[in-house]
């Protein structure tokens, strides 16, 4: 809205200034033109009435100087308002940005005082405690279902299952998705967050990568969880399901 004003705004400055250049021009030829019009007229009237003619144009000539000044003006205005807007988005970016840094070292200092996640051949339980369905390759709208459904309430806190590079993203149906690149070679991926935790980073097995939630096709909290061995098609991931979380 304000951008567009201010194209608005500088188009008319750049129409201003070309005629106020032009009458500048006439103007300044029409010096001699003026004195020359009174005296080189046969008749004084006929002088006379060109020098008004040319008072005229130069009155229009400050008239559009005056027009020019003004637009400047506004546009001065408009872009000091803008910087206001963008110094204040600003603000509120870094408060975000701090609040989200303090929840995740809160995060952080839980898991710590929790002390470390229960190991097994390496792996952690992604969602410790939570029950879980044997639904790898159940029937879904289009496809199969590629992994396993395990419950707890939205913000119970995910786990990195491996030690690997955890990224984020938008999963299409599986809503916002957190993707581990296992040290072990194999792909990870949890689906339905409803908040990322931390940044795009190499994890610890048991680090808090994300918390439950039901974005995307969920029809209520719960975390969608795939194995992909060597990040090629997915497998059942019960079998392993049961050896960590129990
Ligand atoms: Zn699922």
Known sequence: MKLQKIDALEARRAELRAITGQRAAVAYKNQDARVRAIFDSPNTNDGLRTARLIDRANSSLYQALADLAAVNAQLTDQRNQIEDQRKQQQDVLDQINAGSNVLYENVAAVMQALGPPVLIDGMVCPLPGAAYAKDFGAPRSGHTHQGNDMFAPTGTPELAVVNGNVTYGDGGGGGMGAYIAGDDGNRYVYYHLSAYVGPP???????????????????????????HPFGGPAIDPYPTLQRICG
């Open 201 to 227: 980073r190499h994890v610890t097995a048991g680090e808090v990568i994300g918390k439950v939630g039901s974005t995307g096709d969920a029809s209520g909290p719960h975390l969608h969880f795939e194995i």
